[in-house]
């Protein structure tokens, strides 16, 4: 294998686990949007579902993502991603939205030596805000806005230090059981320096994402995210594919709950990257 200097082989190693397993949304989409203040204990399982599954549904919630990457760095260890990420919708009008998205990582990092290692520790913080109609046109709703990289790493093992910020965009179509669309953002550094030492960054995201319902919050879905650091050497693409299922349950017949779990392989990774990932998922909906 070719050799690389050891602050790119860990830029490598840990940008490539890392965009495996966040995304600016993990993305879930809705077909009818409920107004903020509106009671999600009241709503069906499968309504609330589809509402999840569209990333500018109005809908409080407040997911914990776990994404657990196996096959990461020269030795082949697994590698845990905890994404704390809430979702705020404001309500501007009787016509509009800003849907806010919010993820922090918690990483684990299995051992990289012999380069330097951070067992565990936060990555940075991706901050989204979209714009959106709130009511959706011949079931098409879109959304865009702003996205920002906050320097929340602990170490620059697991981060920039750098703030960032870029253009994020979403379309979803609901028709029934079936919700589907897709997420693109680009988030650029401001600021840096570039090249293998360096702590800038150019990084793209695109989640395409369908899922079926079943009824009762029963559901399958598919929603591999797909990244490209266009500053590594080397392969610059993590491309996945899988899919998954889920359900919407209420504890005490009240709280509603997602759960969901899914598998993801990686037919295109960078050096040292993931060769596939288990993604499940706990939402608390308010």
Not at 22 to 45: F, Y
Not at 134 to 161: D, E, F, K, M
Not at 222 to 234: E, M
């Amino acid at each position: 294998m070719r050799q690389i200097a050891k602050p790119a082989l860990l830029a490598t190693i840990l940008t490539a686990a890392v965009s495996a397993g966040l995304s600016p949304v993990r993305a879930e989409p809705a077909a009818v949007a409920a107004a903020p203040g509106d009671d999600a204990g009241g709503a069906s399982a499968s309504d609330l579902a589809k509402k999840l599954q569209n990333p500018v549904g109005d809908l409080y919630s407040f997911p914990f993502q776990s994404n657990t990457n196996f096959g990461v760095g020269p030795h082949k260890g697994a590698q845990e991603i905890l994404n704390i990420q809430p979702v705020i919708p404001i309500h501007v009008n009787d016509d509009w939205n800003v849907i806010t998205r919010t993820i922090l990582p918690v990483v684990w990092s299995p051992d990289l030596s012999p380069l330097p290692t951070t067992p565990v520790g936060t990555g940075a913080t991706t901050f989204t805000a979209f714009l959106s109609p709130r009511n959706p046109t011949n079931g098409w709703l879109w959304g865009l806005g702003p996205v920002a990289q906050i320097p929340t790493a602990s170490s620059a093992n697991l981060g920039s230090s750098v703030w960032g910020g870029g253009a994020s965009g979403v379309i979803v179509y609901s028709n029934g059981p079936w919700v589907a669309g897709v997420l693109v953002n680009n988030v650029w550094s401001l600021g840096g320096t570039f090249g293998r030492f360096g702590n800038g960054y150019n990084n793209f995201l695109t989640q395409p994402f369908v899922n079926y319902n079943f009824g009762q919050g029963w559901y399958v879905m598919s929603s591999p995210i797909l990244t490209a650091n266009w500053d590594t050497p080397g392969t610059k693409w993590t491309v996945p594919i899988g899919g998954g299922a889920g359900r919407v349950i209420k504890l005490f017949d009240k709280l509603p709950v997602n759960l969901s779990l899914g598998a993801y392989y990686n037919l295109v990774k960078p050096d040292f990257g993931p060769d596939w990932q288990l993604r499940t998922q706990v939402t608390f909906i308010f």
